[in-house]
């Protein structure tokens, strides 16, 4: 796939250093089995989790419904940033002869703040475990966004209070925001060859020209909940003869995922930021910077809450352009280091 290839590609020649071996996406998970009493209450289906900004209202709707727990959350919070912006409009990092230039443009990065950070500070989205999977079994969140290769660690059964049930799970296509094209995140294992003797480069390239034909690639990403990387493999029509030509087991929640994740490769909206010298710390500081905010503001809310206070009230300093603002001039100046 083209798009893999150019990942791999990078520095002032940009010449083809990592080869493409298994990839993975992100899709929305969803616990059925919890969400079924809210949404019938609501008159909610699943194309309410279509958009980030349905979702939104979707999960102030379930904390109002819930007495005060959060609806969704989301691993790779970089990826939201990443994406979103691209989806936006404008790449926050655009890359050229390994060079990255930044593009943090104000009004896109206010729309992706209104559409998590507000949410989060107000509880109607959630983040304790280490990961989204952690906080659908312990129940603190309903829906989450991770990525397709993470099936495996998704709960069969919630515990609450003591309290076990098992649950249903769907899978659906990463969301997108209203009245834009749909773009979804690109990632995976890349494979080097390290430098060597000739005979040796040869035979790895041959090698690695083996593993990823399409019955070797098939074969490891089934076991492995990892996707293809060759255009013939990574269709939704290859996946399911492949399994269906070997008799293959796979579970429900893991075809399901196959299936939405090779979909969304197969609509030509896959999106992976450039490489560039300053990109690892750059990215981390997306990772980080809004969602450290939010969670560090929303536990500051609860405690005025427990103190007495109104919630509405408190909330009212967190939600101005001002305090936006100051997160977008910090996060700002600390790319700018990065993207020289």
């Known amino acids: 796939i083209k798009n893999y290839v150019n990942e791999g590609s990078f520095g002032k020649n940009n010449e083809w250093k990592l080869f493409p071996f298994t990839k993975s996406t992100e899709v929305l998970i969803f616990n059925k089995t919890d969400w079924e009493p809210f949404a019938k209450e609501y008159g909610y289906t699943e194309d309410d989790l279509k958009t980030w900004e349905s979702i939104a209202k979707v999960s102030e709707d379930y904390y109002k419904w819930s007495n005060g727990k959060s609806f969704f959350g989301r691993d790779s919070f970089a990826n939201y940033m990443i994406v979103g912006s691209k989806q936006l409009g404008k790449e926050i990092f655009k890359v050229d002869s390994g060079k990255g230039t930044l593009q943090f443009d104000e009004a896109i990065m206010r729309r992706l703040w209104d559409n998590y950070y507000v949410p989060f500070v107000k509880g109607y989205y959630g983040q304790e475990g280490r990961y989204r999977s952690d906080d659908i079994k312990l129940g603190k969140i309903v829906a989450m966004i991770c990525s397709s290769s993470s099936t495996a660690y998704t709960p069969s059964e919630v515990t609450v209070d003591g309290k076990t049930h098992d649950i249903d799970s769907v899978v659906l ?166 993207c020289k």
Not at 189 to 217: C, H, M, P, R
Not at 248 to 272: C, H, P, R, W
Not at 305 to 316: A, D, I, M, Q, Y
């Open 173 to 338: 296509p990463l969301p997108n925001f209203e009245g834009t094209d749909a773009y979804a995140v690109q990632q995976g294992a890349n494979i080097g060859v390290v430098k060597s003797d000739e005979t040796k480069e040869y035979a790895s390239v041959l090698f690695l020209e083996w593993l990823t034909q399409t019955e070797q690639n098939l074969e490891f990403c089934v076991a492995t909940g990892y996707l293809p990387a060759k255009k013939e493999a990574s269709t939704t029509k290859a996946y399911n003869d492949y399994v269906t030509k070997n008799k293959i087991e796979v579970e429900a929640l893991q075809n399901d995922t196959f299936n939405t994740a090779l979909s969304q490769i197969e609509s030509g909206t896959m999106y992976k930021e450039g490489g560039f010298s300053g990109e690892y710390s750059a990215r981390n500081i997306l990772n980080t910077s809004m969602i450290e905010l939010a969670q560090k503001d929303r536990k500051v809310v609860l405690n005025a809450v427990k103190k007495g206070k109104k919630e509405e009230e408190v909330l009212k300093s967190y939600l101005t352009d001002e305090h936006f603002k100051q997160w977008y001039e910090d996060t700002k100046k600390k790319l700018e280091e990065y």
